[in-house]
């Protein structure tokens, strides 16, 4: 009976270190635009955000949409998650006061975030002191982004391709963990094997 609860425990600690080992904290944070923020039309705004460190993703795509309004406006593919920062360069975007951000991986449609609302104002329209957009930052990306939802747009800038993204591609490596499979499975049948005799 001793032999059973050491191996019920031994077993709960494997299973309890695989789920461990595969879990991910998906933490991606749009903070700028925060609701009530106000951008101004042909000027520089600035999309600031905070990401955890292990979580996965490399990059992400932007996307700009309105609440009144269907389609996207598809501002930036492929911005380097870990940049943190991006200037948007609005050029005669339809004012409202309903517009968010969502930062998506477009190839296989992953959510990572959505700003809360906020406003862009008319090409001649000053924004309130509180409510003003973050000052541009010099030695990132600017985007121009001009007109409204368009279907047959494509992204106004694509980053490079990221190089972070991809599998670590390792040869013999997928035999090396079969093996290591195949050991493991040996290992348990001699043991289980062991304790019933």
Known sequence: MHSLKSFAMFTACIVFTFFI???????????????????????VNVVTWQKGVLDGIHGFDVEMARLSQNGLILVARNVPANQKVLNLYMQDVPPGNDYFLIFINSTHGVMHATSPRFEILAPNASPSSENKSASPVAGIPTVTVSGGPNPTAQFATTFPAISSGLRLQVPGLHSVSTLLTFLGLLVGAAWTLSLAS
């Open 21 to 43: 080992s595969t879990v991910s904290a998906n933490y991606l944070v749009i903070n700028e635009p925060h609701l009530q923020t106000q951008w101004q039309n042909n000027a």
